[in-house]
C-alpha cells in the first residue's frame, strides 16, 4: 500500500490524502468536533492569514474553520466543511476546491450553504457519488431544528456541463432519508458514498450509536430517491460509541489497483473504517461482505474497537475515500485538526508531493553512537521531505517489553520512555522543527522490545516538547503506534513530511503513520533545524538519508 498525501485543515486544519492500492496491511482526548462555541464562532481573525504556522504545501482554506472528495470530467473536486464566519465550529457551509493535480488548488464558491427548512442548523458531512450517465449527487446531514435532529440530504449540479461545477441545487424533495423511532436522531449522519449491489439497488452506510453502541446503519434504493432500512445494520460494535463519517470500500486481494466502490467478487474483500467521537480516533477492520445477509462480517483476526487498527496514529480523523479512475487509485482524505487552544485559533484565522521537492541533500553510511545527533544542513527545515533508512548490527540489546504493559497502548509506552530516556536499540530517529539549543522539537523516533517470542518496534511523534508557548488548551500528546516489521535485514525506514504546523510521518514505507500539529515560538522559518540522532546504546547506522527543501505550489490554498 503507497501513501501519497496531502491535507486539509479541520477547525484552520490540514487534509490528508493517501493513494490506496492493493489489501491494505492487517499486521500491522480531544474535544467533540461539533462542540460550538457561541461566543466565537462568528468572530473573524485579526491577523493575515500568511504566517508562522501556516502549513505551505497541505491544504488548507483562507482562514477560519473547514467533505467530500470527487474526481468529474478530469477534475478533482474537494468539498470541506468550513465556517466563513469564523475560526471554530458554527456557520458550518460546504466550501469548494479543485485542482488538475492534486496540488494545485482553485476556491469557487461555496457548494452547499444553508438555506432550507431542512438544513438550516448546518450542513454536516457527506459524500458524492457518481451515478449512471456521470451524473454527480452529493448526500450530506442537515440538522432541522435547534434540538439538533439530523435528516439526509441531497444536493445536485445546476449545471452538468460545467466541468468545476460551480453551482449546486438542494431539490424540494429533501430530506431523503429521516430516523425512525428506533434511531437516535441527534447521533444519524455523516452518509457515505453509495454503491450498487447485483440486485440493481443502491446502497449507503450512516453512522450512528444506540447507548455505546457504534452503528454503521444500511439503507437501500431502487432510484436513489427512495431509501428503506435494512432489517440489520452493515455492522455494529458495542462499547465504540457514535460512529462517525464511516467508509465502506472494497480492495483486491492481489494487484495495486485500487476498486470501484461498488465492485464485487471472489478476489474482494472490504474494508470498513469508522470515526470514534469519543476517541477522537478512527479505526478499521478488513473483511468480508455478506451480499445473502447484506452485512459486512470483520475477519476473525481484526480487532473491531478502540485498538483497532488505525490508517494513522496521530493528529487525523474523519477520513474519507473515493475512486479516482483516471489512475485506477482509491484515494483517502482525512483531518488533521488544531490542536492549539481555542483562542489561539481565533487569533490565527485561517502522492504528489514529490513535485514539489528542491534543493536536496544526503548522508550515507554515517554512524550514530549513544548520545550522538547530527545536524542535517542545508534545507528549509521548516518545510521539507526527509527520507531514512537506519540499520544496527544486532537486536540483542533490544529492551525488555514489560508484560504489565497494554500491547495496544503505544501512546503511554511512548510518554513514559521518550526520546531522552537512553534504552538499548533507540531511541533514534529524526528531531524535526528543532531550535539551535533544542529548547523546542518534535522528534520522531524508533524504540525496538524484546517481547517473549517477537521483536516489537515503537514508533513514536511526540509534540509534548514541540513549543515553549504556554500550552493552556493546547494538545500535545507523544503520539505512537508499533510497526509490523521484519527485522531480520536489521533495518527500519522512515519518512517525514515537514510543513510548518505539520510533522507528517511514515514508518517502514507506510506500516505505520502519524500526523502531529505543532506550533513552535523559536523553531521558525530560517531558524528551524533538523537533526538525526541516537540515545540508545546499540550504535545505529545511517545507510542514506535524503532530505529535500520543499516548494509551495503555485496556487496552492487560493
Not at 135 to 154: H, S
Not at 403 to 432: E, H, M
Not at 545 to 557: E, F, I, T, Y
Request: charged share 20%; aromatic share 12%.
Amino acid at each position: 500500500m503507497e501513501f501519497s498525501r496531502t491535507y486539509l485543515l479541520w477547525g484552520l486544519q490540514v487534509l490528508v490524502l493517501c493513494s490506496l492500492g492493493a489489501l491494505l496491511n492487517i499486521n500491522g482526548g480531544v474535544e467533540a468536533s461539533h462542540e460550538v462555541y457561541m461566543q466565537l464562532q462568528s468572530v473573524s481573525s485579526p491577523v493575515n492569514v500568511s504566517q508562522v504556522h501556516r502549513t505551505g504545501y497541505h491544504f488548507q482554506p483562507p482562514r477560519n474553520w473547514i467533505n467530500g472528495p470527487m474526481y468529474y470530467s478530469g477534475i478533482y473536486h474537494l468539498f470541506y466543511q468550513y465556517n466563513p464566519k469564523g475560526a471554530v465550529w458554527g456557520n458550518i457551509v460546504w466550501a469548494h476546491s479543485v485542482s488538475k493535480d492534486l496540488i494545485n488548488w482553485k476556491r469557487l464558491p461555496n457548494a452547499i450553504y444553508p438555506s432550507k427548512p431542512f438544513d438550516q442548523y448546518g450542513c454536516w458531512s457527506g459524500s458524492a457519488t457518481i451515478l449512471p450517465g456521470n451524473k454527480p449527487i452529493i448526500l450530506y446531514t442537515g440538522i432541522v431544528d435547534t434540538n439538533n435532529t439530523q435528516v439526509q440530504n441531497y444536493a445536485i449540479p445546476a449545471n452538468l456541463s460545467d466541468p468545476y461545477l460551480q453551482k449546486w441545487v438542494k431539490p424540494n424533495n429533501n430530506p431523503l432519508v429521516v430516523a425512525d423511532r428506533a434511531i437516535n436522531k441527534t447521533a444519524f449522519r455523516d452518509p457515505t458514498t453509495a454503491w450498487l449491489g447485483r440486485d440493481g439497488h443502491w446502497r449507503i452506510s450512516i453512522g450512528g450509536r444506540r447507548g455505546t453502541m457504534g452503528i454503521a446503519y444500511l439503507y437501500r434504493s431502487k432510484d436513489f430517491m427512495h431509501w428503506v432500512k435494512a432489517k440489520n445494520p452493515l455492522h455494529s460494535r458495542n462499547g465504540t460509541g457514535n460512529w462517525e463519517c464511516p467508509d465502506f470500500y472494497p480492495v483486491s486481494v492481489s494487484g495495486r489497483n485500487g476498486l470501484d466502490t461498488s465492485v464485487m467478487g471472489s478476489r474482494v474483500r472490504h474494508v470498513l473504517k469508522v470515526s470514534l467521537d469519543v476517541t477522537r480516533y478512527e479505526y478499521y477492520t478488513l473483511g468480508t461482505y455478506s451480499l445473502e445477509k447484506d452485512m459486512y462480517i470483520p475477519d476473525e483476526e481484526m480487532i473491531d474497537g478502540w485498538n483497532g487498527l488505525r490508517y494513522d496514529y496521530g493528529n487525523f480523523y474523519a477520513s474519507k475515500s473515493f475512486f479516482d479512475p483516471s489512475k485506477n487509485r482509491r484515494i483517502l482524505w482525512g483531518w488533521a485538526n488544531e490542536s492549539d487552544s481555542t483562542n489561539d485559533d481565533v487569533k490565527k484565522g485561517w502522492a504528489e508531493v514529490k513535485a514539489l521537492r528542491g534543493k536536496k541533500v544526503e548522508l550515507n553510511n554515517k554512524m550514530l553512537v549513544k548520545g550522538e545527533k547530527i545536524e542535517i544542513k542545508g534545507i528549509t527545515a521548516a518545510q521539507a521531505d526527509v527520507e531514512v533508512t537506519f540499520s544496527f548490527n544486532s537486536l540483542d540489546k533490544a529492551e525488555r517489553f514489560d508484560p504489565r504493559w497494554d500491547r495496544y497502548d503505544a501512546q503511554n509506552i511512548c510518554s513514559q520512555k521518550g526520546s531522552t530516556v537512553q534504552g538499548g536499540l533507540g531511541p533514534f530517529g529524526i528531531l524535526t522543527l528543532a531550535s539551535q539549543n533544542l529548547e523546542e522539537y518534535t522528534p520522531v523516533f524508533f524504540r525496538v522490545f524484546k517481547a517473549q517470542n517477537k521483536h516489537l518496534v515503537l514508533m513514536c511523534s511526540d509534540a509534548s516538547r514541540s513549543s515553549l508557548k504556554d500550552g493552556a488548551g493546547a494538545y500535545r500528546p507523544s503520539f505512537a503506534g508499533f510497526v509490523d516489521v521484519d527485522l531480520t535485514g536489521k533495518k527500519l525506514s522512515l519518512r517525514s513530511l515537514i510543513d510548518h504546523s505539520v510533522v507528517e510521518s511514515f514508518g517502514a514505507g507506510g506500516k505505520t503513520c502519524i500526523t502531529s500539529r505543532v506550533y513552535p515560538t523559536l523553531a521558525i522559518y530560517n531558524n528551524a533545524h533538523l537533526y538525526a540522532f541516537n540515545n540508545g546504546t546499540e550504535t545505529v547506522k545511517i545507510d542514506s538519508l535524503s532530505a529535500w527543501s520543499m516548494n509551495r505550489p503555485d496556487k496552492m490554498n487560493q
